[in-house]
């Protein structure tokens, strides 16, 4: 038996995958392609679809445009395609050329994937690849289909290719506070900023709905139920709906300052600093800090001052791979003097915002002792500080 992308029997669970009954493996190898590698070997177009939701409509919108450049001519390819049983969309597949998937053991299982040395080797103009945020199976090349996608535009493919709004990673705390599910496949901010066209598949939530109670997104109905009582509720659609809408607006905001700008960059650019100092609240510290950025159009810092020599290498290394993802860097620092380490950082790095989390001492403690956020705020000069609350659990 063959599993297209390791499905299973429903068991719940946190994940959107769970409540679809599609099992999500652990990456196998670490990311290979950084943003700067990715951005100089990339030698043709990067086109998304991007959706609310499951449902919307992306992989028939891709297969559209697909056939469409089919009819006049261009060489186009179908790398990958989730039908999900949708007549409507399989009957988008007629007529194209279909890329045979690559069938991998695991686990005393078989998995099929895409294919991306096929697909190569099919020389063609376009590729169509469904699901950007895949996670491949063990054995792959690659750990994420998003780099089988890279590998692909640096062969001078043009891709077109589907998300999510809750795959894209800055926004993964703020789509499990809203909907209260944490989404386990994200693709990072930097990889959805090379595209040179991002188009929104938009349906209202009442629509989705609709769709899904006829059956039309899910085709076995008790997965359809659990989906409409857990993730496809009116207010969580209707939340992911204006997400989705502002990453697009966020992205056209930016193509038209490069159009329109003699110098191609705005005169002044925010410089967005986040200070993190350890697990578990520093995560949500960093996407906050990515959001401003993106707001501003500026850029993202992420810096750890390291006191007394220690280091939690693992928890370092897991943060740099994090801000990279968000297109952002990340530097550790040896100061003496917390403080004075970050505002210098800041006067060298011409930083113009600093976000930190509130103090975790007590009001006595910190009339006591002082906090680095009282320090921080009293000395800091020309910089906005945004202090951010923890959230309770």
Known sequence: MVDRVGRETMTGGESVEALIGREVLEP?????????????????????????????????????????????????????????????????????????????????????EMDPQAVVGRHPEVALV??????????????????????????????????????????????????????????????????????LVDMSPHALRRRMIHGNVYPDPRKAELALQRFFTMENLTALRELALMRVANQVDDSLLGRWSKSKTPETRERVLVCVSRPGFSEGLIRRGARLAQRARGDLLVVHVRERGEADRAWLEATDRLVRDLGGTFDVLDADDPVEGILGFAHRQFVTQVVVGEPLRSRWQELLRGSFVSRLIRKADNLDIHVIAHRKR
């Not at 697909?66 to 007529?95: C, F, N, S």
């Not at 998300?163 to 894209?168: D, E, F, K, L, Y």
């Open 28 to 112: 196998a190898l670490a990311p290979a392609w950084s943003h700067d590698e990715a951005t100089i070997a990339k030698r043709a177009p990067l086109r998304i679809y991007l959706g609310a939701a499951p449902g919307v409509g992306k992989t028939y919108a891709m297969l559209s445009e697909g056939r469409r450049r089919h009819d006049r001519g261009t060489k186009v390819v179908v790398a990958w395609a989730e039908t999900y049983g949708r007549p409507r969309t399989i009957e988008m597949l007629q007529g194209l050329e279909v890329v045979p998937a690559r069938t991998l053991s695991y686990r005393e299982r078989s998995f099929e």
């Open 130 to 199: 469904d699901e950007l945020a895949h996670t491949n199976v063990p054995g792959s090349r690659r750990s994420k289909r998003w780099e089988d996608v890279l590998d692909l535009l640096a062969e001078g493919i043009e891709v077109i290719t589907t998300i999510n709004v809750q795959h894209i990673e800055s926004l993964n705390d703020v789509i499990a506070d809203i909907t209260g599910i944490r989404q386990r496949e994200t693709v990072p901010d930097w990889v959805v900023d090379l595209a040179d066209q991002i188009e």
